[in-house]
């Protein structure tokens, strides 16, 4: 059968990008729809400008850091307005970029709501096209349902489009999104609240960084509702209330919602050829992002494997290997660096130690110190490092950084253990000093030992 196009990919963010501009170097005849703006998530409205406003943030940090190194200022203002028309500038500079890049690949772009109407067919925008092969790269959405009335609250892409600094903002949640916009918009002068319903943010993370990066919030100028159940949100002439379980309420004049997001399927049609949805609403896919239908495949943040930008352009590259240059690629999604850009930011790669200590007998490593550019005025800021090593073999299982530069840190140290180093590895390593990051091949003797051999299976008779 001749179709009008190879492939038909359905989102023009990171993921889908990549895998359209690798299959059409491979000679294929692409397709790519994109319902909003050329870049995805990532770079219109996710870390690229979240980072940039954390960028805004730092410098709260650094100007108050140059008073202890002898220099002398008037009172500093932050413009919101004048940052949010740069932003939005560079934010178009880099849209250009994709689209510019698309068209070189000859890629054939078409803005517009993709929905897949028969095997092998999608429309957009009231035509049809056929394709061989179709994939699925449409990303991820806030979601809005945790609490009854969290629809009435900001998501991160209208904090990042907002023209004034609120007097008071209530976050609500306590995954990363959460933890860095408080982070960033104490800074910038809101009297920040966050709430959430668990004892310490960052579920998932090394239980060491969490209580640190808490209490970093808390001595930024975070107020912290922790360890409480969430009931609902009410708006009010006021702004907003937000209702805990334990009769408690929590207000500010405004709110975001980080509480997460979710796959986003709604009206790609899935249903009409019969894609498999898992328990969370995210497209089933295999090691080769195939899903359940033999034509069409899935990448990124639709498929909730790894929700995390380079981890969507390594799968859609590994799609165009695999389908169009004869070089099946699977991705590894079991070591994968990430990073929290709170103030200070985290890095993390690898086993956390509550996930080492299940395997066998783990070394536990650690240097808690105050950096050097903090000690010279008696600042208050503080690095906090973790090297896990396997007690049999000393192979590191995982790295875990809270500190100024802990993204850039752990991203090299993620090549080392992707290569299998082990402690001997790291301890032969001679230091680069004076750095931060010469503490982790200077630990000598673990903090702790922690987790117990596998016990043996019975003998067999």
Not at 424 to 447: G, K, N, Q, W, Y
Request: proline share 4%.
């Amino acid at each position: 059968m001749h179709y009008d196009y190879d492939l038909i990919t359905i989102g023009a963010g990171s993921g889908g990008v990549a895998a359209s501009r690798r299959s059409a170097a491979l000679g294929a005849r692409v397709l790519i729809a994109e319902a909003s703006r050329v870049g995805g998530t990532c770079v219109i409205r996710g870390c690229v400008p979240k980072k940039l406003m954390m960028y805004a943030a730092g410098f709260a940090d650094s100007l108050q850091d140059a008073r202890g190194y002898g220099w002398d200022f008037g009172e500093a203002r932050f413009d919101m307005g004048r940052w949010a028309a740069t932003k939005a500038k560079e934010i178009d500079r880099l849209e250009n970029i994709y689209g510019t890049m698309l068209a070189n690949a000859k890629v054939e772009l078409v803005r517009g709501h993709a929905r897949i109407v028969a095997p092998h067919t999608v429309e957009i925008n009231g035509q049809r096209h056929t394709a061989e092969r179709i994939l699925i790269a449409a990303g991820g959405a806030p979601s809005s349902h945790a609490i009854p009335g969290l629809e009435h609250a900001m998501d991160s892409t209208a904090l990042l489009d907002l023209q004034t600094v609120p007097d008071s903002l209530l976050v609500i949640g306590g995954g990363f999104i959460a933890l860095e916009f408080a982070s960033i918009m104490a800074r910038l002068g809101a009297q920040v609240h966050l709430a959430y319903r668990n004892e310490l943010p960052l579920r998932g993370f090394d239980h060491d960084l969490r209580v640190r990066v808490a209490g970093a919030l808390q001595q930024a100028g975070v107020t912290l509702h922790q360890g409480v159940g969430l009931e609902r949100l009410e708006r009010d002439a006021d702004g907003f209330v937000l209702h805990r379980a334990d009769g408690s309420t929590v207000r500010a004049s405004a709110a975001l919602n980080a509480t997460g997001r979710h796959p986003n399927v709604e009206g790609l049609g899935l249903d009409s050829v019969g894609v498999q949805l898992n328990k969370k609403g995210a497209i089933e896919v295999d090691a080769f992002s195939r899903t359940s239908v033999d034509h069409i495949w899935a990448v990124g943040d639709v498929t909730d494997r790894v929700n995390l930008t380079p981890v969507a352009i390594a799968e859609g590259r590994a799609f165009a290997e695999t389908e169009f240059g004869g070089t099946p690629r699977q991705i590894d999604h079991s070591l994968v660096a990430s990073a929290v850009f709170t103030l200070p930011p985290i890095g993390t790669v690898g086993l956390t130690e509550e996930e080492a200590a299940k395997q066998g007998p783990v070394d536990v490593y650690v240097s808690d110190f105050r950096p050097m550019k903090d000690a010279f005025f008696d600042g208050n800021n503080r690095s906090y490092m973790k090297l896990l090593a396997d007690a049999n073999t000393g192979k590191v299982l995982g790295l875990h950084m809270i500190g100024a530069d802990a993204p850039e840190i752990i991203q090299s140290l993620a090549v080392a253990l992707s290569c299998g180093a082990t402690k001997a590895d790291f301890d032969r390593t001679i230091a680069l000093h004076p750095s931060a990051a010469e503490e982790f091949v200077l630990m000598r003797e673990p903090a702790r030992r922690v987790g117990e051999a596998p016990a043996a299976a019975p003998a067999s008779h």
